[in-house]
């Protein structure tokens, strides 16, 4: 079945440090790549999104390529702030060419950036 | 303003007695879905809606019901509750489908003892 793995639960950089939060897809379809952010307390928001094989999302400095050969949206940071510090889902939305509503999320990933 | 609004925000219920979560949109929004966020689980989806009278089951539908009556509503029914439902609910809407940004909920936090 579709599924989405976050490696790590928890990443600890320094303010400055870049950033990888890795992300593995898995799916018979064609996907559309997601990642979501939520700060405490509140709701999950789109942080960036990738439509189809090969499109790069890009918002506030982090970026995420949609890999199909390796199946994968790693998201990037070259510099984080202690501001970036919250949780980040990638998520997968299997058929993404027919914009369908199914969404899989991965696990999160628990940014906190030390100051 | 531009919300979506989810009532109550908080409720605490006993096993199997019926209760309905309620979720709202003033964005005109064709999209609407239903999320539980457990820890260490993620968020997965339970039901979503493409347009009025059109649901669909997402990765964890069982014990739950939905309805789509009108484009702004769409309430989450839990027919006889039970512990392992007890969770973080969030409903979101889009204009149209995912290719569209969803707008969440504040969330309800749901104990069920």
């Known amino acids: 079945g579709d599924s989405v793995v976050q490696t790590e639960g928890q990443v600890l950089p320094s303010e400055g440090d870049s950033l990888i939060v890795n992300c593995s897809y898995e799916?018979?379809?064609?996907?559309?790549l997601f990642w979501y952010v939520q700060y405490p307390g509140e709701g999950p928001q789109l942080h960036l999104k990738?439509?189809?094989?090969?499109d790069k999302g890009r918002n506030k400095g982090f970026e995420a390529m949609y890999r199909k050969e390796t199946t994968s949206f790693h998201l990037e940071k070259d510099s984080v702030q202690e501001s970036d510090s919250a949780v980040y889902f990638c998520?997968?939305?299997?058929?993404?060419?027919?914009?369908?509503?199914?969404?899989?999320f991965g696990q999160g990933t628990t940014l906190q950036v030390k100051p | 303003e531009a919300q979506v609004t989810q009532n109550p925000r908080y409720l605490i219920t006993v096993t199997g007695k019926k209760l309905t979560v309620t979720c709202s949109q003033n964005?005109?929004?064709?999209?609407m879905s239903w999320y539980r966020q457990d820890p260490g689980l993620g968020l997965r989806q339970i039901y979503y809606?493409?347009?009025?009278?059109?649901?669909d089951k997402g990765d964890v539908p069982e014990g739950y019901k939905v309805s789509r009556k009108e484009k702004r509503n769409f309430p989450l029914i839990l027919e006889s509750p039970s512990p392992n439902q007890t969770s973080l609910y969030f409903c979101?809407?889009?204009?149209?489908?995912?290719?569209?940004?969803?707008?969440f909920g504040p969330g309800t936090r749901l104990t069920v003892t």
């Open positions: 979101a809407s889009s204009f149209r489908g995912l290719s569209y940004e969803q707008y």
């Open positions: 799916t018979t379809q064609y996907p559309s």
């Open positions: 990738a439509m189809k094989a090969n």
């Open positions: 998520a997968l939305s299997p058929d993404g060419s027919s914009n369908t509503g199914k969404l899989i």
């Open positions: 964005m005109n929004h064709e999209y």
């Open positions: 809606s493409m347009n009025v009278e059109v649901t």
